[in-house]
């Protein structure tokens, strides 16, 4: 079965930081990817997606990921963090001979040092 | 509307009662997804429609779940006879088509006690 992995529960970075949320999928094609964030008490926001071509993406508010098949993961990527950043980071997949249903990993939960 | 849209954002209902949570995707928007949401968790797969018909209900833990969908647009999740275990917040996503990106609502957070 599809799944999605997010090995880090919690990440705290300080502000300027870089950041690297990990993470990897397994499915045996190449599914749609994506990247969602949450804040407290609101829904998921999209922040990027990967369907297909270059594997580097940007997204909304400074973020980008790169999809490396070779380790099947998707890491999102900023090269200098602000406060307004900390929330939930979710990834998903869409395995693309299926029914389109999106598989979320657990989260990992940013945390930004002033 | 501008967005997905949930009904009611919030409820609260005793053990053993019926309850119905609302969507309205985005206008036009084919796809249209359920999702639960329990604390610390990501979100997980309950039912996807593509217009009027569910797509995949696998998702759906036991028959005390439903969902229909009936004029390809607003849905209505219903879950009967609720348990404190459902206690959660379903979430609601939509999309153009299978192969563009899902917009989420704000959630129904619900509370069974």
């Known amino acids: 079965a599809q799944s999605v992995t997010q090995p880090d529960i919690h990440i705290t970075v300080s502000e300027g930081a870089s950041l690297e949320l990990r993470c990897n999928y397994s499915?045996?094609?190449?599914?749609?990817l994506f990247w969602y964030v949450q804040s407290p008490g609101q829904g998921l926001q999209l922040l990027l997606k990967y369907f297909s071509g270059d594997t580097l993406v940007q997204g909304i508010k400074g973020f980008e990921a790169e999809f490396k098949r070779s380790q099947s993961s998707f890491n999102l990527r900023k090269p200098s963090v602000h406060w307004s950043d900390a929330a939930e980071y979710f990834c998903?997949?869409?395995?693309?001979?299926?029914?389109?249903?999106?598989?979320f990993g657990t989260g990992t939960r940013l945390k930004v040092l002033a | 509307g501008a967005g997905v849209s949930q009904t009611p954002s919030n409820k609260v209902t005793e053990k053993g009662k019926y309850v119905e949570l609302r969507c309205d995707p985005i206008?036009?928007?084919?796809?249209l997804y359920w999702y639960r949401q329990s604390l610390g968790q990501g979100p997980e797969f309950l039912i996807y429609?593509?217009?009027?018909?569910?797509?995949?209900d696998s998702g759906l833990p036991n028959d005390r779940f439903f969902a229909v969908r009936p004029e390809g647009s607003v849905s209505t999740l219903k879950i009967q006879r609720t348990e404190r275990g459902d206690s959660a917040v379903y979430l609601c996503?939509?999309?153009?088509?299978?192969?563009?990106?899902?917009?989420f609502g704000q959630g129904t957070r619900l509370t069974v006690v």
């Open positions: 206008s036009g928007h084919t796809a």
């Open positions: 996503a939509s999309s153009l088509t299978d192969t563009t990106e899902a917009f």
């Open positions: 499915y045996g094609a190449t599914p749609y």
């Open positions: 429609f593509q217009g009027t018909g569910a797509a995949d």
């Open positions: 998903a997949v869409v395995e693309t001979s299926g029914t389109y249903k999106y598989i």
